[in-house]
């Protein structure tokens, strides 16, 4: 077995509603962790990858004044899934910022 890029693959039973809810922890856990505030959150539909990843573009202040906009391809599976006990475990799937993911 050759684990290329674990956590990556698509999420067929992933739902908008849930990366919904998901985006909105997402987005608490980000001001909290980084002292800055949501401006705007909104659902990009055209930039969604089909694999169970739901895209937004989300527009931060920072505690400087200055803004930073990020899209994020969320997951559609329950935080209690995605939150595994290790990253060895692979039942955590990745979310994307900026076309990037990292373990």
């Known amino acids: 077995m050759v684990l290329i890029n674990p956590g990556s693959g698509p999420l067929p039973t992933a739902t908008e509603e849930t ?6 922890s997402f987005i608490a856990d980000v001001c909290d962790s980084w002292h800055c505030g949501l401006v705007e959150s909104r659902r990009r539909l055209d930039k969604d990858n089909g ?3 739901y895209a937004w573009e989300l527009e931060l ?3 400087n004044g ?3 906009t990020c899209e994020v391809q969320m997951f559609g599976v ?3 899934y995605a939150r595994g006990v290790t990253a060895l475990t692979f039942a955590e799937p990745r979310n994307y910022v900026d076309d990037s993911s990292r373990m």
């Open 19 to 24: 990366a919904a809810a998901n985006i909105e």
């Open 51 to 53: 694999d169970g990843r």
């Open 61 to 63: 202040a920072r505690p």
């Open 66 to 68: 200055t803004h930073h």
């Open 78 to 80: 329950s935080l209690d």
